[in-house]
Nanobody, 129 residues
Framework: DVQLQASGGGLVQAGGSLRLSCAAS????????IGWFRQAPGKEREGVSY????????YYSVRVKGRFNITRDKVKGTVYLQMNNLKPEDTAVYYC??????????????????????WGEGTLVTVSS
C-alpha cells in the first residue's frame, strides 16, 4: 500500500523556519511527483511545491518561491520542505501528496486537488506575527 507520512509542523514566529518531512513508501519514487499542498482556514487547498523524477525537477508556487526549498532523499524515501522566512499567511495545514500528473499542483483547469492520487495526513503550520 502507498503511504505518505508527514511530520514537522508547529508554531513559529514570523521570519522563522520549519522543515516538513514526508516519508513515502509503497510505490516507485521515480514515477511520481511528490510534494505539498496547503489549506488555510476558509480557503481552498492549493499546490505549494513538488519534486519530480528523473532530473529532480522542482516547482514552487509564486507565494513561496524564494523562501521554500524542496529536496528528497531517495535512500530514505523521504521528501523535505524547508520553509524559511515564514509569514503569517503561510499558516495552513500542509499535506504531503503524490501523483504522476504535475498539473494538480499548478491548479490547471480540470485538475483540482481532490483528484490527486495519494495523500498523507496533514500537519499544521502556524506562523504568528
Amino acid at each position: 500500500d502507498v503511504q505518505l507520512q508527514a511530520s514537522g509542523g508547529g508554531l513559529v514566529q514570523a521570519g522563522g523556519s520549519l522543515r516538513l518531512s514526508c516519508a513515502a513508501s509503497g510505490f516507485t519514487f521515480d514515477n511520481y511527483a511528490i510534494g505539498w499542498f496547503r489549506q488555510a482556514p476558509g480557503k481552498e487547498r492549493e499546490g505549494v511545491s513538488y519534486i519530480r523524477n528523473g532530473l529532480d525537477t522542482t516547482y514552487y508556487s509564486v507565494r513561496v518561491k524564494g523562501r521554500f526549498n524542496i529536496t528528497r532523499d531517495k535512500v530514505k524515501g523521504t521528501v523535505y520542505l524547508q520553509m524559511n522566512n515564514l509569514k503569517p499567511e503561510d499558516t495552513a495545514v500542509y499535506y504531503c501528496a503524490a501523483d504522476r500528473n504535475i498539473l494538480y499542483w499548478h491548479g490547471s483547469d480540470g485538475y483540482r486537488p481532490d483528484g490527486v492520487a495519494y495523500w498523507g495526513e496533514g500537519t499544521l503550520v502556524t506562523v504568528s506575527s
